[in-house]
């Protein structure tokens, strides 16, 4: 069945760096666009970041535009989120996210904790 499991969350000061990952498997990874989003306490769940089926059209939600980046390798069926100049306010578990035949499919999140 379809399976997306994020990883690499963690506590971080700062101005410090992450790198997210979400292995994907059940589904043809290089077929389908892939989504990173995120959600704080007490706010709604946004999408930060999208990548296409071939990776080479990627968007950015403003707030993260010039200091994340989204990425995938689909031999490995990997997609990444770098995350760079980290600030409090990026404080959310972040999700991996697709739709595959008309169903949105998420991973369990991961929590990343920016402390100021």
């Known amino acids: 069945q379809v399976q997306l499991v994020e990883s690499g969350g963690g506590l971080v000061q700062a101005g410090g760096s992450l790198r997210l990952s979400c292995a994907a498997s059940g589904f043809t990874f290089e077929d389908y666009g892939m989504n990173w989003y995120r959600q704080a306490p007490g706010k709604e769940r946004e999408l930060i970041a999208t990548i296409s089926a071939a990776g080479a059209s990627t968007n950015y939600l403003d707030a993260v535009k010039g200091r994340f980046t989204i990425s995938r390798d689909n031999g490995e069926k990997l997609m990444y989120l770098q995350m760079a100049s980290l600030k409090p306010e990026d404080t959310a578990v972040y999700y991996c996210?697709?739709?595959?035949?008309?169903?949105?499919?998420w991973g369990q999140g991961t929590q990343v904790t920016v402390s100021s």
């Open positions: 996210n697709t739709r595959v035949r008309g169903t949105a499919r």
